[in-house]
C-alpha cells in the first residue's frame, strides 16, 4: 500500500491566474477567497487571477495568494480524489509552504495561517527594503564548493547558502555588493549555470533579521495545535509535534537555510513513496525527480 505524502510550494510559484478556475467550479474555494478578501482587507482573487505580475510578486501579496490557491489546490483534490487526502500520512512545504502544510495538518485554520504568512511577507519585504540585497541560483556545484564560493566572496560582502533544492541545485542569499561577484567566481568553480532570481531581497539569511523577531511575536499571539501527521521542517527536516517547537522552526526558518533536498531524504528513508505537489507551478516534481527519479509525484495545480 502507496505510503502518501503532500508538498506545497514556496514563493515563486505564483502565477497570474491561478484559481480562477476552481473558484468558478468549486463553492469551497470561492468561500477561501471571500474569507481571504475579509482577512486581508484586500481583493486576493482579484491580484491572483488578473495581476498584474508585479502586483502578485510582492512578497507581501505573493505569500498569502501562493498559500490561498495552493489550498484551493487541495480542495480540488478533496473533491476529485477524496481517498488520496483522506491516505495522505506527511507533508512538507518549501519555506512558505511549510504554513500551507502546517494548515492541512490541522495545526492552524485557514485564518491564523494566512494572518501568519501577511506578517511574514510584510516583515520579509520590510527587511529586505532596508538592505539591498536578492537571491541567485547556482546550478552544477556541490556543498563544498559553494563553501568555498562564500568564502571567496567573503572579502566584497555577506553571501550564505540559502535553499539546499537538490544534488547541484543551491540558491546563495546575500547582499548586492556580494552577489556581483557570484557569476565570475562561480563559473571559476565550474559551475554550469547562474541565475539571478526576481526576489525582492536574501531571503533565509542573516539579512532577513529583523523579521524573525516579528514573525516570533506574531506567533506568540497565534494557537497552535499538534498536527494530525508529520510535517517535515525546512530547518532540521524533522516533523515536529509540540507547538513551542513548531513555532520554534518557523521563527528560525526566516534566517535559516531551507534543507529542502534533506528532508525530502528523510521522508523517502521513513517510507513516502508517493508523492502529490498541491498548489502553483511544478518545481517541487521537478525537484524531486533530481532527487529520486523513480518516486512519483504527481501535480495538483491551482487551475
Known sequence: MAKIAFLFPGQGAQQVGMGRALDQELPSVRALFDRAREILGFDLREVCFEGPAEALEATDVSQPAIFTASLAALESLKQTQPDVVAACAGAAGLSLGEYTALVFAGA??????LKLVRKRGEAMQAAAVATPSGMTSVLGLELEKIDALCAR??????????NLL???????????????????????????????????GAFHSELMKPADRELEAALAATA????????????????????????A???????SGVRWEESMRKMLQDGFDTFY???????LTGLLKRIDRKTPCSSIPAR
Open 153 to 162: 566572496i567573503a572579502p566584497h560582502g555577506r553571501l550564505w547558502k540559502a
Open 249 to 255: 522552526a518557523l521563527v528560525s526558518q526566516v534566517i
Open 166 to 200: 537538490g544534488p547541484g541545485n543551491v540558491v546563495v542569499s546575500g547582499d548586492s555588493a556580494a552577489l556581483e561577484h557570484v557569476p565570475a567566481i562561480a563559473a571559476e568553480l565550474g559551475a554550469m549555470k547562474v541565475v539571478p532570481l526576481a526576489v525582492a
Open 108 to 113: 492552524m485554520d485557514f485564518e491564523s495561517g
Open 277 to 283: 505537489e498541491i498548489g502553483p507551478g511544478r518545481v
Open 224 to 247: 497552535i495545535a499538534r498536527p494530525r501527521l508529520p510535517v517535515y521542517a525546512n530547518v532540521d527536516t524533522q516533523p515536529h509535534f509540540e507547538p513551542a517547537e513548531i513555532k
